[in-house]
Structures are given as C-alpha cells and as structure tokens.
Nanobody, 126 residues
C-alpha cells in the first residue's frame, strides 16, 4: 500500500493559480491511479481529476475541466494538481487518493480508492 501526503494549499485570490503536490511513498505500480477529490463543508466529496501512474491519460470533473491540470513525475514520486482561474467555489479541502488499477469500477468514485492523504485546505477569496 502506498502512502500519500498533500501539500501546497493556501489562500489565493479569485482568478489566481495554485499548485498542489501529492507525495507518494511505498511500492507503486504502472496501473496505479492517483485521484484528486475535494470536499467543502456540508457537501459531498467531489471528484476533481485522476491520472494513471504509468501513463498520461487523465480524466476531469466537469466543474474543473479546462481550468485544472494533473500531471505526475514518477522520478520524484509526486503527482501535481495545477489549478488556474480559481473561483470561490473551488474552496475546499483537497485530497489525493490511490487505487491499485483503473479496472473494476470508476476512478471518479471515492469508494474505489484504497489509500488517502490527509488533505490540504484551499481557500479562494472573492
């Protein structure tokens, strides 16, 4: 099982940018999927994006498509979430998560992930 630690959250003005990092430790496999989710108070955990560890194919939630980009650097054991054109509605705790493979269920579903980071707060001011 891998261990995940998010970092890079903070306060940013609307329209600004922020980059989150997810440090991955432990044994990784090319089929691993690293997903990003976010959760605001009183709301359900929402899918943001996902990327396969051994590839570059990505998937994005409708609310962030065209604004957020995920990438991975296997040499640094890190997955990034680049967030541009931030809106106040993007304010949430952001989590990265890992699952063994993209098979057997949608990578948009939190229950299909095996490991989670502790989360990092992102606050976007108006």
């Amino acid at each position: 099982q891998v261990q995940l630690v998010e970092s890079g959250g903070g306060l940013v003005q609307a329209g600004g940018s922020l980059r989150l990092s997810c440090a991955v430790s432990g044994r990784t496999f090319s089929t691993n999927v690293i997903g990003w989710f976010r959760q605001a108070p009183g709301k359900e955990r929402e899918f943001v994006t996902a990327v396969m560890w051994g590839g570059t194919r990505t998937d994005y939630g409708d609310s962030v498509k065209g604004r957020f980009t995920t990438s991975r650097d296997s040499a640094k054991n890190t997955v990034y979430l680049q967030m541009n054109s931030l809106k106040p509605d993007d304010t949430a705790v952001y989590y990265c998560a890992a699952r063994r493979s993209p098979y057997g269920g949608s990578s948009r579903v939190p229950a299909n992930y095996d490991a989670w980071g502790q989360g990092t707060q992102v606050t976007v001011s108006s």
